[in-house]
């Protein structure tokens, strides 16, 4: 083996080799032919004293026995461990009767020499290399895991605080439903929340789920979530809710944590692309669970159009101004009018981008020509609306985005947010089918709380006559 392997006996791996060896179990060197034994070897050698785990499988060239040397990092190697690995050994070569030897030394690695006796069948083909990374499953277990991917994540000093705030305080059921990755990532999230009026979420798609199933996972501190507080904004953004698993997690503090996984299907039936709606879903469910938009039947426009919450929000609040101008069809049907067509209503939210977005660079004539192609590509589309209201809410949107002169839609305030409220300058003298006496301009302002409008008679401002409505 020695002259195999091109080393000196005097070297350091000379000696290592030499030492491995001698310390080799008798009957592996007598019974392995000279290949089978070199990698063998070459195998233990390369383990180098890592802390890792290692499987090597050799079949007695009779058929009589099966020989596997197991080599597990000495801190993790139990009794019961090597019982699990034992199991686990048998059952990939369909047998029970084994001897079994445990070898300690100076070395970090704990040895176990598991020889099982045939029946009368010839082994099971075996696949090393898997049933090996069945073994490392075994060994380390969840919490190492656990430990190993917070490492990998965020680096050993923040991973050693995180494992020491956490690992003892992760539920048995989390363990069986998450995987370690998914728990690294949970618990610096969970860190961060500290008042019982934030939350954390995720919208994600199990393996082998179906195309138009979901999950949702829900994260908050102290008490657990009111379902029927939650339930209501899901099922307004298009979705039916099928199942929720509640799982506790404690903090070495003593903060409790709450992660609700919430089991979803697609109301419609259709597929849902994770990576096109996961965005603007977790935004949309965000802003309705502050309350900074409303959950309605508008939502859902959220899948079924593909927008965000802000341009869900904006045709809310066109729908909104309607009613002060005695529209007569409700809140509710112009929501249901926009998801029965949602390709339409994407193109009514291009008009009002492209007429008002602060990001085009086309002059005003330009804005208005290419606003004007999408509205005749709209009025194409209407051609196939079979229900009369329908097509009223449809065209009144149309006309609503070619009355309106100005918008705060696109400003932010000095923290880079978006605010809370939409303002809109109208015309009503370009609005047909409203109530005289029809003022110059209107100002709506509109939010989840309050909305109000401001009513001017002429382009000069001379006062005006202002309503709020207010929640």
Known sequence: MLDRSGLSPRSHDGKRLLRYIDLHPKSELFQSGSDELFECFRTIVELNERDIVKLIARPDAFGQFFSFLVYVPRELYT??????????LGAAIGAHDA???????????????IVFTLNTEPAKEVDVAALEAEVIELTYGWKEHFRRALEEQYGEKRAGELYKNFCDGIAQSFQEQFDARTAA???????????????????????????????????????????????????NLGLRVLGEQPFYLRHRDGRGFWVHDFHLRA???EVLGLNKLKANFEQAFERAWVRDIDSDAFNQLVLAAELSWREVNLLRAYANYMKQTLFPLSLDYCADTLVTYPATTR????????????????TADERLHKAELIAKSVEEDLESVQVLNQDKVLRRYLDLFAATLRTNF?????????????????SPLKLADIPEPKPHFEFFVYASRVEGVHLRTSKVARGGASLVRQD
């Open 99 to 113: 001897d079994v030897s445990t070898f300690f030394s100076e070395s970090k690695h704990a040895r176990a020499h």
């Open 267 to 269: 109301r419609s039936g």
């Open 347 to 362: 193109k009514l939210v291009d008009i009002f981008n492209t007429l008002f977005s602060p990001d085009a660079q086309d």
């Open 410 to 426: 696109y400003q932010r305030n000095a923290d880079g947010d978006y605010p809370a409220y939409l303002s809109l300058k109208i």
């Open 79 to 88: 009794t019961d461990l090597r019982l699990k690995i034992q199991s686990l």
């Open 185 to 235: 990532r949970d618990v610096a999230v969970l860190e961060s929340l500290h008042s019982e009026d934030d939350i954390t979420m995720q919208l994600y798609r199990p393996a082998n789920s179906q195309p138009d199933e979901l999950k949702f996972r829900v994260s908050h501190l102290g008490s657990m979530l009111e379902l029927s507080d939650v339930i209501p904004i899901l099922e």
